[in-house]
């Protein structure tokens, strides 16, 4: 019977989180380098390495999605006022050649 292990070889531990699931957003993370270990800076909770990752790689495709929508908004209010400004270049010309017009000359 090699593939039968005694049970007197393993121990039993409880768990002792401080916190409870869903108590938590886990945002502050920690990572040991030595040990290989991510913890949650807030609440201490140890977490899965990839659930780690994927929560970095959203975070980061969110900022990534924030700044496009930043760059077209700058895109169009730069649009915006060179339109305003090509328009109130129109109306001085126009009132300095009204004015102009209405200066009598020496004939």
């Not at 800076?41 to 990534?64: I, P, R, V």
Request: hydrophobic share 40%; aromatic share 4%; proline share 2%.
């Amino acid at each position: 019977m090699s593939k039968v292990v005694d049970i007197r070889k393993f121990r039993v531990t409880r768990d002792e989180r401080t916190h409870r699931p869903g108590e938590c957003a886990h945002r502050h993370i920690k990572l040991d380098r030595h040990g290989g270990i991510v913890t949650c800076g807030n609440c201490g909770a140890a977490l899965s390495a990839f659930w780690a990752l994927e929560m970095l790689s959203e975070q980061y495709a969110s900022a990534l999605a924030n700044i496009a929508r930043l760059d077209q908004r700058l895109t169009q209010a730069n649009d915006l006022i060179a339109a305003l400004s090509a328009a109130l270049d129109d109306r001085q010309t126009i009132q300095k050649s009204t004015l102009m017009s209405d200066v009598p000359t020496l004939d």
